[in-house]
Nanobody, 127 residues
């Protein structure tokens, strides 16, 4: 079972940037797609973006497309989420997760398809 630890969250002003990291240990990381999700208070966990096993393919939620970039370094067992142009509505706890079985990004990305969730990192964007 892969263990995931997110880092890099914090408080930033609107328009600013943050880079989240998700470090994996204890299992097979490089053969699976990885996802980033977020959950704001009182809301359901929502998809942010995903990357395939090699890093060659990514997909984003419409709400972050053009502002967020996902990448991965399999040699370091780490996946990243570069967040630019942050908005107050991006405030949430951000989680990374490993796809249960797929190396590729699924046609429909759902939290239920991911296992090995991290503990989350808080991102707060002030207006």
């Amino acid at each position: 079972q892969v263990q995931l630890v997110e880092s890099g969250g914090g408080l930033v002003q609107a328009g600013g940037s943050l880079r989240l990291s998700c470090a994996a240990s204890g299992g097979d990381f490089s053969n699976y797609a990885m996802g980033w999700f977020r959950q704001a208070p009182g809301k359901e966990r929502e998809f942010v973006g995903a990357v395939n096993w090699s890093g060659g393919s990514t997909r984003y939620a419409d709400s972050v497309k053009g502002r967020f970039i996902i990448s991965r370094d399999n040699a370091k067992n780490t996946v990243y989420l570069q967040m630019n142009g942050l908005k107050p509505e991006d405030t949430a706890v951000y989680y990374c997760a490993k796809d249960r079985t797929s190396s590729f990004i699924r046609s429909s990305v759902r939290p239920a398809d991911f296992g090995s969730w991290g503990q989350g990192t808080q991102v707060t964007v002030s207006s």
